[in-house]
């Protein structure tokens, strides 16, 4: 079945930029996702990528794709203490019927 | 554009009782609405997919007769655990596509959390 794995626990300083890591198993997977959630809240969609891109920029944020080695990262450029935040990433396939969520990646941002 | 709400937000109940979460659209129309848990310091895991109108598709391992979807319209599906237990305290999060647009978007209610005594 579908494993999207990340790291735990990610501490930066704020002005510093951030760089969230995650791999996924399924070879199927056509759209890979990043998912922002903070404290008691539901979860925003900050970005995604196709999976026939390798890079995608969108302001502070820059997603890259390494399909060979299933990697997806997120780089946070001038991280702010307002970023901290739970980070998934998820993937879904061409059906677009489920997304499967990887195990979060806690970012703590400290002045 | 594109918010979800979810009513309520946190719920108390006892032992053995049914509760009901509401999953609304509010500026949109969803073809098809989702029903994830979240345990603490974990990953959402899906429970089940609802599509207007008909059955829901639930995840191998999710009781279909204790919790129950009823997706009644393009803007509002409900999840009622029924006799909820203590395992079933959890955060539960919907979210729901929009109709007319490309399919790999979902946008996320706000979260139910659930704290059965």
């Known amino acids: 079945g579908e494993d999207v794995e990340q790291s735990l626990f990610l501490s930066v300083r704020e002005g510093d930029s951030s760089v969230i890591n995650c791999t996924y198993t399924?070879?199927?997977?056509?759209?890979l996702y990043w998912y922002k959630q903070e404290p008691g809240a539901g979860l925003q969609l900050l970005t995604y990528i196709f999976s026939n891109m390798d890079m995608k920029q969108d302001q502070r944020l820059t997603v890259l794709l390494n399909k060979k080695d299933k990697h997806l990262s997120l780089r946070i450029a001038d991280t702010q203490t307002g970023d901290s935040a739970i980070y998934f990433c998820?993937?879904?396939?061409?059906?677009?019927?489920?997304?499967?969520f990887g195990t979060g990646t806690r970012l703590l941002v400290s002045p | 554009g594109a918010v979800v709400s979810q009513h309520p937000s946190w719920v108390i109940c006892k032992s053995g009782t049914s509760v009901k979460i509401e999953c609304r659209s509010l500026?949109?129309?969803?073809?098809?609405m989702f029903w994830y848990r979240q345990f603490p310091k974990q990953s959402l895991m899906l429970m089940a997919t609802s599509n207007e109108g008909s059955k829901a598709t639930y995840e191998q391992g999710v009781e279909k007769d204790k919790f129950l979807i009823n997706h009644a319209s393009l803007t509002l599906s409900t999840l009622t655990v029924t006799s909820a237990h203590p395992e079933d305290s959890s955060f539960y999060i919907c979210s729901a596509r929009v109709k007319g647009t490309p399919t790999y978007e979902q946008y996320f209610g706000p979260g139910t959390r659930l704290t059965v005594t």
């Open positions: 399924d070879s199927s997977s056509t759209y």
């Open positions: 998820a993937e879904s396939d061409t059906g677009f019927q489920k997304l499967v």
């Open positions: 500026d949109f129309q969803a073809t098809t």
